[in-house]
């Protein structure tokens, strides 16, 4: 999906990672640095203080480094955007993950694939 969509030249920051599936049930998936949302609003309140922590700047946005907003923007907004296309569903604050540099993204290890 990220290289279709930076071939229509648009990033939205995704991250694909790597996925090798060894069964049916069972496989191996690439370590991405991340926590996951309901961790950060649980320590830090919100993401904008996780941000401020993590990615600091005083000419930023709610000081925090542009770069950084820019990424969990559009990084938000194409995670929306795909898993609504893909019908994905069973999204929470558990499978959502972010990191220091913006970046937020969805995994799911349920057993079962929820649909809207």
Known sequence: ???LLRK???DLKLTPYKVLATSTKHGFMQFVQSVPVAEVLATEGNIQSFFRKHAPSEKGPYGISSEVMDTYVKSCAGYCVITYILGVGDRHLDNLLLTKTGE???NNFLKRRVMF
């Open 1 to 3: 999906m990220d290289k």
């Open 104 to 106: 937020n993204f969805s």
């Open 8 to 10: 229509e030249n648009l």
